[in-house]
């Protein structure tokens, strides 16, 4: 759900921008929580660290969606969030965002709307995750994705972001890609794919 679609204009307006690079931390994991983020341009990319050390992708946000939701409830951010390009973020502040959350019951609905959402779409990449062959699990991905007749999915950053997305190496999802395309299942775009098959 876009955060448009249930901010009401008082918490809109008290939001904070702040103008991020590509390449540019907006938070690391461990970091004080201080409230919750829209996404106004751009791409933001949340990864947290895992007990083996390796980074694993529990996002990509775009413009309109929200990130940091947990925040509200927790002193510290559980994951990093990166500009994956330029982007413009808006800060709500956790106190003054939970005060509005309690006197506007329509606007807590909706933000609990958006977090099953979340959390249904976080199913949708565990069940993804256990497919066990490389191929099916992009395949899976793709169909899931797929918009407009023209059943194209426009990548959500890099390929190896997409990699770590799907939980492969990106040498596998590269040569996966290759074997789909030269079986005619897809065709690649700059910066999409379309389902031909």
Known sequence: MNAKEWLPAKIQNSGIERRLIAGQMLFDQG?????????VSGKVRQARVDPEGRDVVV?????????????????????AATAVTNAVVRLYRKAFLLAQLERDPQAALSFMATLVEQILNLRIRLERRSIPSARDRV??????NAGGRERTVALPST????????????????????EMSADGEIARLSGKIRLVG
């Not at 970091?31 to 996404?39: F, M, T």
């Not at 395949?139 to 899931?144: A, I, N, V």
């Not at 390929?159 to 290759?178: I, P």
């Open 31 to 39: 970091d004080a929580a201080v409230g919750v983020y829209e996404v």
């Open 59 to 79: 996002g990509i946000a775009g413009p309109g969606e929200m990130i940091a939701e947990a925040s509200l409830f927790s002193r510290t951010h559980d994951c």
């Open 139 to 144: 395949r899976h991905y793709l169909t899931s």
């Open 159 to 178: 390929l190896k972001d997409l990699a770590v997305e799907l939980g492969l190496t990106h040498e596998t999802l590269y040569r996966t890609l290759s």
